[in-house]
């Protein structure tokens, strides 16, 4: 939890003790339905927590925002950035029922009155969003095919409606026919731990 507050200095009461609550929710939860693998729950705000707040220093999402979260797994980066953002609408969606089950247990937990959680497929997925967000679900031109219908095209955020994506390693190859409608943030620019030596915050503008 110190990891967080040493990059995140501006959180309110609650979001520091919903921030304190992530551990043991997912620790109880993991026991249960494996949605972290086992060696990793240890490393959760570091590995999960602000690996998915990399978005967070990248975009500051405008109250009304509505944000979809793809292939969002046990609730990354959806939940912790709804924390961050209480007046943006989160709607998490996974084609695996029992990790969807984790997300509402855990956002019914912390008062997430924010978060919407869907056991479906983005294939099925009509509404439009300000931003489609993921962390590396897929291949990433792959993926901006599955979501561009999901993207409104009226801007109300300081960077473009498109897709916010977390990925790590080497993808030059899958982004080059983007162009310029591309940006690429390293994280470390914002964080000093070498978990986030190969990491990056993709933006692609649809």
């Given at each position: 939890?110190?990891?967080?507050?040493?990059?995140?200095?501006?959180?309110?009461?609650?979001?520091?003790?919903?921030?304190?609550?992530?551990?043991?929710?997912?620790?109880?939860?993991?026991?249960?339905?494996?949605?972290?693998?086992?060696?990793?729950?240890?490393?959760?705000?570091?590995?999960?927590?602000?690996?998915?707040?990399?978005?967070?220093?990248?975009?500051?999402?405008?109250?009304?925002?509505?944000?979809?979260?793809?292939?969002?797994?046990?609730?990354?980066?959806?939940?912790?950035?709804?924390?961050?953002?209480?007046?943006?609408?989160f709607h998490l969606v996974d084609s695996i029922g029992k990790k969807i089950k984790v997300v509402k247990e855990v956002a019914n937990a912390l008062g997430l009155k924010n978060v919407t959680a869907e056991h479906a497929r983005v294939q099925q997925i009509k509404t439009k969003y300000d931003f489609i967000v993921s962390r590396a679900v897929t291949a990433f031109p792959a993926?901006?095919?599955?979501?561009?219908?999901?993207?409104?095209?009226?801007?109300?955020?300081?960077?473009?409606?498109?897709?916010?994506?977390?990925?790590?390693?080497?993808?030059?190859?899958?982004?080059?026919?983007?162009?310029?409608?591309?940006?690429?943030?390293?994280?470390?620019?914002?964080?000093?731990?070498?978990?986030?030596?190969?990491?990056?915050?993709?933006?692609?503008?649809?």
């Open positions: 939890m110190e990891l967080i507050l040493k990059y995140f200095k501006d959180l309110s009461e609650e979001q520091k003790n919903q921030l304190a609550q992530l551990k043991d929710l997912y620790t109880e939860w993991n026991d249960k339905i494996n949605v972290i693998s086992r060696k990793d729950i240890d490393s959760l705000y570091l590995h999960h927590v602000l690996h998915s707040l990399a978005i967070a220093k990248v975009i500051q999402f405008q109250p009304g925002s509505n944000v979809l979260d793809v292939g969002t797994g046990g609730g990354f980066p959806g939940i912790p950035l709804a924390i961050l953002y209480p007046d943006t609408n993926f901006v095919n599955m979501v561009r219908k999901n993207c409104k095209i009226e801007n109300k955020n300081a960077l473009p409606n498109g897709i916010i994506y977390i990925k790590g390693g080497d993808f030059e190859e899958e982004i080059k026919q983007y162009g310029k409608k591309i940006s690429l943030f390293n994280c470390t620019e914002f964080f000093a731990e070498d978990f986030f030596e190969t990491k990056k915050v993709v933006h692609l503008t649809l």
